[in-house]
Protein backbone atom coordinates (compact mmCIF):
# COMPACT_ATOMS: atom_id res chain seq x y z
CA UNK A 1 0.00 0.00 0.00
CA UNK A 2 3.06 2.14 1.32
CA UNK A 3 4.64 1.55 -2.79
CA UNK A 4 1.14 3.00 -4.15
CA UNK A 5 0.84 6.08 -2.53
CA UNK A 6 4.41 6.78 -2.98
CA UNK A 7 3.61 6.43 -7.25
CA UNK A 8 0.56 8.47 -6.47
CA UNK A 9 2.60 11.46 -5.28
CA UNK A 10 5.33 11.12 -7.83
CA UNK A 11 2.42 11.08 -10.43
CA UNK A 12 0.74 13.82 -9.13
CA UNK A 13 4.07 16.32 -8.78
CA UNK A 14 4.72 15.32 -12.10
CA UNK A 15 0.95 16.50 -13.56
CA UNK A 16 1.13 19.89 -11.41
CA UNK A 17 4.43 20.46 -13.03
CA UNK A 18 3.71 19.87 -16.20
CA UNK A 19 0.44 22.50 -15.77
CA UNK A 20 2.46 25.02 -14.15
CA UNK A 21 5.26 24.72 -16.63
CA UNK A 22 2.54 25.17 -19.59
CA UNK A 23 0.78 28.16 -16.87
CA UNK A 24 4.07 29.60 -16.63
CA UNK A 25 5.60 29.29 -19.61
CA UNK A 26 2.54 28.85 -22.05
CA UNK A 27 4.00 27.82 -25.90
CA UNK A 28 4.45 30.61 -27.91
CA UNK A 29 4.73 30.50 -31.75
CA UNK A 30 7.74 33.27 -32.64
CA UNK A 31 8.36 33.87 -36.07
CA UNK A 32 11.35 34.98 -38.49
CA UNK A 33 10.51 35.22 -42.04
CA UNK A 34 12.25 37.10 -44.99
CA UNK A 35 9.94 37.91 -48.26
CA UNK A 36 10.94 37.57 -51.89
CA UNK A 37 11.88 42.21 -51.61
CA UNK A 38 14.12 41.64 -48.76
CA UNK A 39 11.86 42.32 -45.91
CA UNK A 40 12.36 40.98 -42.85
CA UNK A 41 9.17 39.92 -40.85
CA UNK A 42 9.29 39.16 -36.88
CA UNK A 43 6.69 38.00 -34.59
CA UNK A 44 6.99 37.49 -30.88
CA UNK A 45 3.25 35.18 -31.19
CA UNK A 46 2.55 37.31 -27.67
CA UNK A 47 0.53 40.51 -27.88
CA UNK A 48 2.24 41.51 -24.36
CA UNK A 49 5.51 40.86 -25.75
CA UNK A 50 7.29 43.75 -27.78
CA UNK A 51 10.46 43.26 -29.89
CA UNK A 52 13.06 45.47 -29.05
CA UNK A 53 16.09 44.76 -31.50
CA UNK A 54 17.21 42.56 -33.68
CA UNK A 55 20.93 41.60 -34.99
CA UNK A 56 22.07 39.99 -38.02
CA UNK A 57 25.40 38.08 -38.01
CA UNK A 58 27.60 36.41 -40.45
CA UNK A 59 29.06 33.82 -38.43
CA UNK A 60 30.57 35.08 -35.51
CA UNK A 61 30.45 38.38 -37.19
CA UNK A 62 27.49 41.08 -36.10
CA UNK A 63 26.58 42.87 -39.24
CA UNK A 64 23.84 44.57 -37.90
CA UNK A 65 21.87 46.02 -35.11
CA UNK A 66 17.78 47.40 -35.79
CA UNK A 67 15.63 49.13 -33.29
CA UNK A 68 12.42 46.73 -32.52
CA UNK A 69 9.21 48.83 -33.32
CA UNK A 70 8.41 48.04 -29.69
CA UNK A 71 5.65 45.84 -30.74
CA UNK A 72 4.61 42.13 -31.46
CA UNK A 73 5.20 42.53 -35.31
CA UNK A 74 8.06 43.98 -37.04
CA UNK A 75 8.77 44.35 -40.41
CA UNK A 76 12.49 46.03 -41.69
CA UNK A 77 14.11 46.51 -44.78
CA UNK A 78 17.07 44.70 -45.40
CA UNK A 79 17.93 45.74 -49.18
CA UNK A 80 20.84 47.41 -47.95
CA UNK A 81 22.17 44.53 -46.84
CA UNK A 82 24.43 42.30 -48.84
CA UNK A 83 23.32 39.21 -50.36
CA UNK A 84 23.95 35.94 -48.51
CA UNK A 85 23.04 33.81 -45.36
CA UNK A 86 22.60 35.27 -41.96
CA UNK A 87 21.99 34.49 -38.35
CA UNK A 88 18.60 36.67 -37.39
CA UNK A 89 18.23 37.51 -33.48
CA UNK A 90 15.39 39.15 -31.98
CA UNK A 91 15.28 40.25 -28.62
CA UNK A 92 12.16 41.16 -26.69
CA UNK A 93 10.82 43.14 -23.52
CA UNK A 94 10.63 40.40 -21.85
CA UNK A 95 14.14 39.45 -22.08
CA UNK A 96 13.52 36.42 -24.17
CA UNK A 97 15.49 36.39 -27.81
CA UNK A 98 14.81 33.69 -30.61
CA UNK A 99 16.71 33.49 -33.68
CA UNK A 100 16.85 32.05 -36.96
CA UNK A 101 18.83 31.41 -40.37
CA UNK A 102 17.53 33.63 -43.02
CA UNK A 103 18.65 34.05 -46.79
CA UNK A 104 18.64 37.80 -48.50
CA UNK A 105 18.66 36.94 -52.41
Known amino acids: M ?6 AAMLLCLCLAQTNAHTLFPSVASSIVITDD ?11 ENIVSIQLHDGATLITTMLGCKQPKCSNDLSGIASGSYQATVFTDAGNQFSSMISIR
Open 2 to 7: KRISVY
Open 38 to 48: SILITQTGNPS
